[in-house]
């Protein structure tokens, strides 16, 4: 079985000191490449080294997280747009987005910084990985206003809306839901939110080292983790566990371009 962790932090500093256990643990559970989205200028560093040392199996993105967009997003900007200009590795845009659940102090700042690295994307024929959290208005806004204008695909990472929401994202052509521990949860609503999600739109992620799933929680989150949400999604599609991996592993492949 094949599977591709769309979405995980290895680079960061819960990983520092097991790293190669943990890629090792990753390679015998099935998933066979990684996409490592960045967060900001602090962690490109990290971010590049990890790429280089796992070249062809961890696959970085270049972007400003808008938890780390502030007062200085300008110049924070700008650093990573210098970054992206001056390697050759990445492979796409993310994480970018909207997140006022934190802080909305910034919504106006992070408005412009969600844009202008969509435009990054575009100029490019890149994907993005999305973030966004209590701001899917303001999502789609930006969404629904780009997207016509630009080329642009992706994934909206951490899924864990409505249906209705599902519907409004997938309205967006190009772009899958990205599906993690959440969906392993007690509370969730995600079985009933992916009733009219295709398989084809969505893919699997671990968001490592965050939400890990059902029996792990609480725990730190590593892509060794990835079958146990792949089996949950197999249960909420009554599907075998091997068609939705195969079937996920191609979305992965066709929008990151792997
Ligand atoms: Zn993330």
New binding site residues.
Partial sequence: MQLVDT???LFADEFRDDLPEVVTRAKESGVEQIVL?N?DDGTVEPLLQVSSAYAGYCFPLIGL?PTSVGRDYAQRLSRVRHCLEASDAFIGI??IGLDYYWDDTFRQEQLLVFKEQLHWAAERGWPV?V?SRNAFDDLCKVMAACSGSMPLRGVF??FSGTAEEAARLLSFEGFCLGINGIATFKKTALPEALREVPLARIVL?T?AP?LSPVPFRGRRNESACLPHILIKVSEIYGLPPEEVAAQTTANAKVVFGL
């Fill in positions: 979405h995980a932090h989205p967060i997280h993310g994480e990985s973030h990472h951490s992620e968001d965050y």
